[in-house]
């Protein structure tokens, strides 16, 4: 049976760190933000009841009437209904497109860094080769070549993005592969597995789960550039579809463009905050300030 005392030591650092994330103004105003954010996308639907893709008015009708509070869009298609159903597909691809990312890439930098040697010079040959591919330019021809659906675009995402935390999470393993607690786990007969997965990684996880709330921002922007750029899923509301569908109209009417990028730049400055006290919390040398 585990000694408390040994239990509160290991838990202390985490509440330690949680407690300073809360403490931050930064990290309350990210929070509060998103947290807006994700509950106008999860119950908006429900009480805005207006399908996006419908035509609600006349075309570019202007915004702030008891009617259109957004406006129309130039097809008449209510602009207030598409932010509140927008939201769930680009936060959605935003996070799976991070997770998938986060997943490629934390998989290659572990077995790069604990094994070294060949493996890890294959591995990191790898992904200089990605790193070099424009990321925008390689997820364009990935989205055109098989259909531009959601999944399409979660998948190319993903594929491109995922090299920074390739090399982060190798940097952290070379670091930590010889510690004496790898050493004590080896001599005790744990396989590479086990040190891998449960003794190195979680104590590289502090720079990595700030990196992930970067790759999240990163992926809701991703989604949006394809989006503009005639690439999005044009079944599925989005953000990014609105502001691809209304470009060529920006000089005739501002609203159909703004008020969605207006909530990209929110919710990519939430994830930012965020990101930002996450690492004041997660970073000794910032704790100690």
Known sequence: MADPVQMQSAASPAREAWQMFIRSSVSIAGLSMLGLILLM?????????????????????????????????QIGRDILAGIVNGGRTTLAVGAAAALLSLG??????????????????????????????????????????????????????GVVSWTGVARLTRGEFLKLRHMEFVTAERAIGADNARIIWRVILPNALPPLIVSAAFAVGAAILFEAGLSYLGLGDPNTMSWGLMIGSSRNYILDAWWPVTFPGVMIFLTVLSVALISDGLNQALNPKLRER
């Open 41 to 73: 996308s999860l119950f908006g639907p429900m009480l805005y009841d207006i399908d996006p893709f419908a035509t609600s008015g006349a075309p570019l009708s202007p915004p702030f009437t008891p009617d259109l509070p957004l406006g129309t869009d």
């Open 104 to 157: 490629i890439g934390i998989t290659l930098g572990a077995l790069a860094g604990y094994y070294g040697g060949l493996v890890d010079d294959v591995l990191m040959r790898v992904t200089e080769f990605f790193q070099v591919l424009p990321a925008l330019l390689f997820a364009m021809v990935l989205v055109t070549l098989f259909t531009p659906t959601l999944a399409t675009i979660t998948i190319a995402i």
